[in-house]
T-cell receptor, first 116, second 113 residues
Framework: GAVVSQHPSRVICKSGTSVKIECRSL??????MFWYRQFPKQSLMLMAT?????????EQGVEKDKFLINHASLTLSTLTVTSAHPEDSSFYIC????????????FGPGTRLTVL | DAKTTQPPSMDCAEGRAANLPCNHS???????VYWYRQIHSQGPQYIIH???NNETNEMASLIITEDRKSSTLILPHATLRDTAVYYC??????????????FGGGTRLMVKP
């Protein structure tokens, strides 16, 4: 079946540093990927839609200059949290549909970010 | 996408059927019912989806009422590994809505020995 991976699975960083999270589709190409954020005991919230070869589309309230998204290839999207602060500590999850007509999403295992 | 309502939590005995309800009274004719689940500290996992007919796969069955205003996900023989948050999501299918998913609160299913 389709698999989506994320790296790293867990990261701890100091306040003010930047952190890059990778999302890869392992056995299929994804022209679109989605980035979600999940705070403890809450549901997933869509942050942005990553589009291969074009700019990402951000949800209302998500700072595009803080959460940089790059979708440089058909199998890789990266989310960079710039100048991270403790309030950015969260579980970040990516997903991708297997193809444009697919009704189902494949999710990565998530990346837990802790900012000290 | 139509709003869904699910009970916040449910318990189920191991080996018994788990029946998870979902209300979606404002569902439109071209909207599908999707179910995903999220085991603690993992990414969500697709379970099943349907438009109006009942569906069954190796994981679960989906029963949709005739008026499509509600549905039930059935795990026929729940195991401890089925403990998770189950999300019922209603959205336009067929790749027409950018494939994005909007998650509600879900139902936290606790399967007990």
């Amino acid at each position: 079946g389709a698999v989506v991976s994320q790296h790293p699975s867990r990261v701890i960083c100091k306040s003010g540093t930047s952190v890059k999270i990778e999302c890869r589709s392992l056995d299929f190409q994804a022209t679109t990927m989605f980035w979600y954020r999940q705070f403890p005991k809450q549901s997933l919230m869509l942050m942005a839609t990553s589009n291969e070869g074009s700019k990402a589309t951000y949800e209302q309230g998500v700072e595009k200059d803080k959460f940089l998204i790059n979708h440089a290839s058909l199998t890789l999207s990266t989310l960079t949290v710039t100048s991270a602060h403790p309030e950015d500590s969260s579980f970040y999850i990516c997903s991708a549909p297997r193809d444009r007509a697919s009704d189902t999403q494949y999710f990565g295992p998530g990346t837990r970010l802790t900012v000290l | 996408d139509a709003k869904t309502t699910q009970p916040p939590s449910m318990d189920c005995a191991e080996g018994r059927a788990a029946n998870l309800p979902c209300n979606h009274s404002t569902i439109s004719g071209n909207e599908y019912v999707y179910w995903y689940r999220q085991i603690h500290s993992q990414g969500p996992q697709y379970i099943i989806h349907g438009l109006k007919n009942n569906e069954t796969n190796e994981m679960a069955s989906l029963i949709i009422t005739e008026d499509r205003k509600s549905s039930t996900l059935i795990l026929p023989h729940a195991t401890l590994r089925d403990t998770a948050v189950y999300y019922c999501i209603v959205r336009v299918g067929g790749g027409n809505a950018g494939n994005m998913l909007t998650f509600g609160g879900g139902t936290r299913l606790m399967v007990k020995p």
